[in-house]
Nanobody, 125 residues
């Protein structure tokens, strides 16, 4: 069974950058669309970004558009989220999730059946 594993979280100052990675500890991501979600304390999980299985379609949440970039390297079975100009409101646990949806991706948690355990991102001075 497909198992995403996130890494790359940490503590960063406002304005800084982090790159998150999502690798498959079991199975391959090649035929799955992949999304990043985040959840701050006391808030619902929200979609950050997603990428289609072939990489040709990407989507971003309004709050991160222009600052975050999602990419995938199918040869390495890894998806990346480059996060620049980080703000305190970006703080939360970031989750990687996989969906068998072909050709496109959705930022809707109900579309994703495979989830990682999450990685903490804290933006604070």
């Amino acid at each position: 069974q497909l198992q995403p594993v996130e890494s790359g979280g940490g503590l960063v100052r406002p304005g800084g950058s982090l790159r998150l990675s999502c690798a498959a500890s079991r199975g391959t991501f090649n035929y799955y669309s992949i999304a990043w979600f985040r959840q701050a304390p006391g808030k619902e999980r929200e979609g950050v970004s997603c990428v289609s299985s072939g990489g040709g379609s990407t989507k971003y949440g309004v709050s991160v558009k222009g600052r975050f970039t999602i990419s995938r390297d199918n040869a390495k079975n890894t998806i990346y989220l480059q996060m620049n100009s980080l703000k305190p409101e970006d703080t939360g646990v970031y989750y990687c999730a996989a969906s068998p949806r072909p050709y496109s991706c959705l930022m809707d948690t109900s579309d994703y059946g495979y989830w990682g355990q999450g990685t903490q991102v804290t933006v604070s001075s």
